[in-house]
């Protein structure tokens, strides 16, 4: 597997606690160029992935709907701001 696939398998939660791994190693300053090159590039891939997990997951949500005297009468896609 390599490692895009194995990004792509990724949860949302587990990308950012690694992607989040990433950004405090590269902070640390104890990393090699070579090293830091690699997770660099390995956290934009992280980061697009959470983006993309994000804006399906915004396409999901529904906003419930209210009738008149407050109780829900549906629901409907919520608008993108």
């Known amino acids: ?5 194995d990004i792509k398998a990724m949860n949302f939660e587990t990308a950012l606690r690694e992607l989040e791994t990433i950004v405090e190693k590269l902070e640390s300053g104890k990393i090699d160029l070579e090293q830091s090159i ?6 934009e891939k992280l ?12 396409a999901r ?21």
């Not at 597997?1 to 696939?5: C, D, G, I, R």
């Not at 949500?61 to 701001?81: H, M, R, V, Y």
Request: hydrophobic share 30%; aromatic share 2%; proline share 5%.
């Open 1 to 5: 597997m390599t490692e895009s696939a």
């Open 38 to 43: 690699a997770i660099y590039e390995r956290g």
């Open 47 to 58: 980061k697009k992935h959470c983006e993309a997990l994000l804006k399906d997951a915004e």
């Open 61 to 81: 949500i529904e906003k419930i709907t209210l009738k008149a005297d407050g109780t829900p009468s549906g629901t409907e896609p919520l608008q993108a701001q």
